[in-house]
């Protein structure tokens, strides 16, 4: 059962433009929602990151939108640079449970067309 | 500042093989550690976190185990590989508000 899918495994984008990666969760315990950057053979990075207690977190070229009715959740990157090609990981965990585990999506992997 | 190491960075093992990873972390003191894995065409799966020294929880079943025999030191082992064993181990550490991630060993089972 996955509890957190992207259901896009690729997407390609032209230069300048926006590029929207969608995640869809399932859990409604999740309140913490994190997404994720990984160029191959490195580990991932940590890109943006929203409470549930927001719609909306902006850093610079990065936004993500929280739709908790929806249980959807979406990054923008606006404008793309081909230095965002990459995997994109969609993460979500439940603070109150004091592990921190977080569940991953399978992963979007973006390609950025100069 | 915190970091953390892997190693070896790419490792070319025959199946039914030993295995033994480690990821040690510097900078910080009694963190969470995670071992996660990533196989071709699928995701960040977790394979085992720890809370504290000696103390492993495991998420799948598997001929993998895990061990954490200092409090930044956390090793991933097998007695015997599988062809399906095959893929990116990632060690991450949590401070409770993020996970950061290791570089990453490369594991061939050939």
């Known amino acids: 059962d996955q509890q957190v899918k992207q259901n896009s495994p690729s997407l390609s984008v032209q230069e300048g433009r926006i590029s929207i990666l969608n995640c869809d969760y399932t859990?409604?315990?999740?309140?913490?929602f994190l997404w994720y950057k990984k160029y191959p053979a490195e580990g991932p990075t940590f890109l943006i990151s929203?409470?549930?207690?927001?719609d909306k977190n902006e850093d610079g070229r990065f936004t993500v939108f929280l739709n908790k009715s929806a249980k959807h959740l979406s990054l923008h990157i606006v404008p793309s640079q081909p230095g965002d090609s990459a995997v994109y990981f969609c993460?979500?965990?439940?603070?109150?449970?004091?592990?921190?585990?977080?569940?991953f999506g399978k992963g979007t992997k973006l390609s950025v067309i100069p | 500042s915190q970091t953390i190491h892997q190693w070896p960075a790419t490792l070319v093992q025959p199946v039914g093989s030993p295995l033994s990873l480690e990821c040690t972390v510097e900078?910080?003191?009694?963190?969470?550690l995670y071992w996660y894995r990533q196989a071709a065409g699928r995701g960040l799966q977790l394979l085992f976190y720890?809370?504290?020294?000696?103390?492993i929880s495991s998420e799948v079943p598997q001929n993998l185990s895990a061990s954490r025999p200092q409090d930044r030191q956390f090793i991933l082992s097998s007695k015997k590989l599988l062809l399906s064993d095959s893929g990116f181990y990632l060690c991450?550490?949590?401070?409770?508000?993020?996970?950061?991630f290791g570089p990453g060993t490369r594991l061939t089972v050939t």
């Open positions: 991450a550490w949590s401070d409770l508000t993020l996970q950061y």
């Open positions: 859990n409604s315990m999740f309140d913490y």
């Open positions: 929203i409470s549930s207690i927001k």
């Open positions: 993460a979500a965990t439940s603070t109150g449970a004091g592990s921190y585990q977080l569940t």
């Open positions: 900078g910080t003191s009694n963190p969470n």
């Open positions: 720890s809370v504290g020294i000696g103390q």
